[in-house]
């Protein structure tokens, strides 16, 4: 068994009670009996889209398929992939399976070109999103004793809102605070007695550093947890949070396409997330071919929502990387795992033919001491090659040692950065806090190839 393992196994013990507590119920449903709910969700929602969804109904129709040719889950396969151009493409509300009237909720992408995409919940999808998100803040071993600071954004964006209902839901405390106004968040964090935090991994790691500067140690205070999500971040990311502010660090998947925050989420035994998959169907493609992937080899993500009505979501391409893990958890749970997601295909960046991802340049920083998981990733071209500066913040201490301590860091991590990537990389050492920060999606890297 993994360190993770055996470091679960006395917290699962410890949440016993909460373990059968309704909410979690499905959390355990035996395998044969989560395979007969899905395949009659999925009939359902097939059915749902076809009759109401002309997208749909079109590219079943292009296929020679119709929804009673659905007769196992492995019938998936026969049905069309939805990508996110089809949401911008039928914006705002083309892929509605449900009339305005029962529509209840509206969301929408930020959007970083032209058109957001926009999603519709019924008061029965609200109902699944706030359950989903209640078993995911049990997962996470949570209860209703909890003070749960949310400081995802609340808006159109739907990490705020998905988790301030699971919360309330849970039966927590629930500070809505929104994102942004780090000392505030801050003040609260600490007069407030909150147990736990919801936002992104990079504005978490925001605000280590600024409660620092004020002279705040999060170790000292009743902060537990931390539910972090909505970016791909990695293990060594988990350590650094995990010991700079003495908390249990929790990784929540999700995607607005398929409902927001609450798809999966990391038990006390850290090793995967669970997949609600008696809501969210998943499976594993070969991106480059469309084709299933072999059990537990990695691939693109790809879900289907099972009892969404008014957008139901079928085989929907995530471009995150992940994999479906073999075996059982030691927590009990009969939901399957997915391995955590530390890129997507659309991060992927190509400098001078070689692929690279944000992730292992982060996996190099954080492995390296002196340096501060802030960084900045420039692309630029001089006649007509590919050049990559990485600005790396380095601590304090090491910015005001001597120079040589500083070229030598440099050297160093330019070494480790061309044995990883392949590429050779100019690092350029800056001052704490020289780095713009985000107060929700971290923005890490300035393309001005094309310019
Ligand atoms: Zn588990």
Same mark, same amino acid.
């Given at each position: ?20 507590? @309704? ?11 989560? *395979? ?28 020679? +398929? ?38 209840? =909720?509206? &969301? ?40 749960? *600071? ?13 988790? &301030? ?21 801050? #003040? ?12 992104? @991994?990079?504005?978490?790691?925001? #605000? ?6 004020? $002279?705040?140690?999060? !170790? ?19 350590? =650094? ?37 008696? &809501? ?12 299933? /992937?072999?059990?537990?080899?990695? $691939? ?21 990387? %992940? ?14 795992? /997915?391995? !955590? ?31 501060? @998981? ?22 304090? =201490? #090491? ?19 061309? =044995? ?7 690092? %350029? ?16 890297? +300035? ?5």
């Amino acid at each position: 068994m993994s360190a993770r393992g055996e470091r679960c196994a006395t917290p699962v013990l410890s949440t016993i009670g909460s373990v059968f507590q @309704p909410a979690s119920a499905p959390d355990y449903i035996p395998e044969i009996q989560l *395979q007969q709910l899905q395949l009659s969700r999925l009939r359902a929602v097939v059915e749902r889209a076809w009759e109401r969804v002309p997208l749909f109904r079109s590219r079943l129709d292009a296929r020679g +398929i119709v929804p009673e040719d659905i007769r196992t889950l492995g019938d998936v396969t026969l049905l069309p992939f939805t990508v996110k151009t089809d949401l911008r493409d039928t914006y705002p509300f083309g892929l509605f399976a449900s009339p305005m009237r029962d529509v209840v =909720r509206l &969301h929408a992408s930020s959007g970083t070109t032209g058109k957001p995409i926009v999603v519709a919940y019924t008061s029965a999808d609200l109902e699944v999103w706030s359950q989903v998100m209640e078993r995911a803040f049990a997962t996470c071993g949570l209860h209703r004793s909890d003070i749960i *600071q949310n400081a995802y954004g609340y808006g159109l964006f739907t990490g705020g809102l998905g988790a &301030h209902y699971g919360a309330e839901r849970l039966g927590a405390t629930v500070i809505p605070i929104s994102g942004g106004n780090t000392d505030r968040q801050i #003040m609260i964090l600490r007069d407030f007695g909150v147990t736990a935090i919801c936002c992104t @991994p990079s504005y978490f790691l925001h #605000m280590v550093d600024r409660a620092a500067d004020l $002279g705040v140690d999060l !170790r000292e205070l009743p902060l537990r947890a931390g539910v972090f999500g909505a970016e791909p971040w990695t293990e060594t990311m988990r350590t =650094r949070i995990e010991a700079m502010a003495g908390i249990r660090a929790f990784d929540i998947y999700g995607l607005s396409e398929i409902i927001g925050p609450g798809v999966a989420v990391e038990c006390e035994c850290q090793g995967g997330l669970h997949i609600f998959e008696d &809501h969210f169907y998943p499976e594993i493609i070969n991106p480059e071919t469309g084709e299933p /992937m072999p059990p537990g080899e990695e $691939g693109e993500l790809v879900l289907t929502t099972l009892s969404k009505q008014a957008m139901p979501v079928i085989r929907y391409r995530t471009r995150d990387i %992940t994999a479906l893990l073999p075996g059982s958890c030691p927590c009990g749970r009969t939901l399957r795992r /997915m391995k !955590r997601i530390s890129r997507r295909s659309d991060d992927m960046l190509i400098v001078r033919g070689v692929n690279v991802f944000p992730s292992q340049i982060e996996s190099v920083l954080l492995a390296m001491a002196d340096t501060m @998981p802030h960084y900045q990733i420039i692309l630029t071209r001089e006649h007509g090659l590919d050049q990559m500066e990485v600005q790396v913040e380095v601590t304090a =201490r #090491m910015f005001s040692d001597t120079v040589g301590a500083l070229e030598k860091l440099n050297d160093q991590l330019a070494d480790a950065m061309e =044995r990883v990537l392949q590429v050779r990389t100019r690092i %350029t050492l800056v001052e704490p806090h020289t780095i713009p920060r985000s107060e929700g999606k971290s923005h890490r890297v +300035i393309d001005r190839r094309s310019l």
